[in-house]
Every structure is written in structure tokens, then in C-alpha cells.
């Protein structure tokens, strides 16, 4: 079984600043995928970032990139130029590919993330 | 494209009863991921169908269960309903072609008295 770590359940920064939301995960798998979700206050589930566990290099998606070290299970979150939209619990999940076709999620138990103004 | 829709979106029941959400995923999506979201529990992985066919499931008791449609929608339901069931109930629907994306619903919030 996985298990996904998120070690900080909450983080505040100033608008504009960086931040980086950690996740660790614990798998014997060699062939997944991770994400990252966001939640707002709406609770509506927003996907973040993917990243292949077999691609070497970082996904990003605009100011969101990701620093994936595989041999050290270590899948973190960083965002650049944060803006007050961007409050909201952050999950990492982690999901295995199987051959019958998209696993299920495996989440982490979330960062709450405060924009300040 | 219209996301994936949910419903209804909130429910009150009384321990004991059934209850049944639905679920229509992205035009094209055709599987279709359930989740439970509690505070003590997070958020857990219930079951998965594809094709009409469940094809994963999670760690979760008989009283669960779920169906899919040839056009793709989604049912799940929980039978003999307990306060522990109080949750929102997500559903995602999964990109095809390998990607393995998935994009979630708002969400039926379950209270369960």
C-alpha cells in the first residue's frame, strides 16, 4: 500500500512571495504518477500538476512547478508570485498504474495554505 | 466542455436509510472515480468504474456500492446509513489516453442524523 505525507498542515506567506509545500511518499511501485490538488473554500477539487513517475524532468504549469526526486520519494510543490487566489488546502496524491488503467488516488492529509495580503 | 456535475448536492438522512448520488462525468470521460472526504479521515478512495464495469475498489465496507451507465454516469449507494457516513462525496472523471488526469465534481455533502 502508499502513503503520501504532507508534513506541514499549514503555511502562511505574503502575496507575491514564494512558497513551498512539501510531500513524501512510500511506495514500491516503480510505474505512478503524482499530483497536486488544490481546494479552496468552495471545496471544489482543482487539479494543480501532474508529474510521471518515469520523466525525469519537473512539471510546470505556469507559476506552479514541482521538484520531483525520485530515489528520495520527495514530490514538493512550489509557487511562484503567490496571489490571494491561491489560499487553500493543497493536497499531494500519489496514484499507481496498473494494467487495469487509472488506479485510485492516494492522498496526502493536506496544506493549508494562507495568502496574506 | 461542461465539468463534471454532481447530485444533489447536499442530503440529510436518518441512520438507517439508503441513499443514492449520482454522478455525469466530462462528455467523453468514461471512468468515473468515487471519494469520501472527512475530516478525521481525509480523503479515501472508494471505487472506480469503467466501461459499466467496477474495475478498483477501496477499503470500504459492503454498504457501498456504486454502478456505472452505458452512457457513463454514475451511482453510488450506501445502504443502512451510519452518523460515520457524514461526508462530502466527490466523483472524478478520468482523461483518456493515458494521462490518467482527474477532475473532480463539487462535491454531495451527506449528513447523516
Known amino acids: 500500500a502508499q502513503t503520501v505525507t504532507q508534513s506541514q498542515p499549514e503555511m502562511s506567506v505574503q502575496e507575491a512571495e514564494t512558497v513551498t509545500l512539501s510531500c513524501t511518499y512510500d511506495?514500491?511501485?516503480?510505474?505512478?504518477?503524482l499530483f497536486w490538488y488544490k481546494q479552496p473554500p468552495s471545496r471544489q477539487m482543482i487539479l494543480v500538476i501532474r508529474?510521471?513517475?518515469?520523466?525525469?524532468q519537473n512539471a510546470t504549469e505556469n507559476r506552479f512547478s514541482v521538484n520531483f526526486q525520485k530515489a528520495a520519494k520527495s514530490f514538493s510543490l512550489k509557487i511562484s508570485d503567490s496571489q490571494l487566489g491561491d489560499t487553500a488546502m493543497y493536497f499531494c496524491?500519489?496514484?499507481?498504474?496498473?494494467?487495469?488503467?487509472?488506479?485510485?488516488?492516494?492522498f496526502g492529509k493536506g496544506t493549508h495554505l494562507i495568502i496574506q495580503p | 466542455k461542461a465539468g463534471v456535475t454532481q447530485t444533489p448536492r447536499y442530503l440529510i438522512k436518518t441512520r438507517g436509510q439508503q441513499v443514492t448520488l449520482s454522478c455525469s462525468p466530462i462528455s467523453g470521460h468514461r471512468s468515473v472515480s468515487w471519494y469520501q472526504q472527512t475530516p478525521g479521515q481525509g480523503l479515501q478512495f472508494l471505487f472506480e468504474y469503467f466501461s459499466e464495469t467496477q474495475r478498483n475498489k477501496g477499503n470500504f465496507p459492503g454498504r457501498f456500492s456504486g454502478r456505472q451507465f452505458s452512457n457513463s454516469r454514475s451511482e453510488m449507494n450506501v445502504s443502512t446509513l451510519e452518523l460515520g457516513d457524514s461526508a462530502l462525496y466527490l466523483c472524478?472523471?478520468?482523461?483518456?489516453?493515458?494521462?490518467?488526469?482527474?477532475?473532480f465534481g463539487p462535491g454531495t455533502r451527506l449528513t447523516v442524523t
Open positions: 508529474q510521471e513517475a518515469y520523466k525525469q
Open positions: 472524478a472523471s478520468t482523461t483518456s489516453g493515458g494521462s490518467y488526469e482527474q477532475y
Open positions: 496524491a500519489f496514484m499507481k498504474h496498473s494494467g487495469g488503467g487509472a488506479d485510485g488516488l492516494t
Open positions: 511506495t514500491s511501485e516503480s510505474d505512478y504518477y
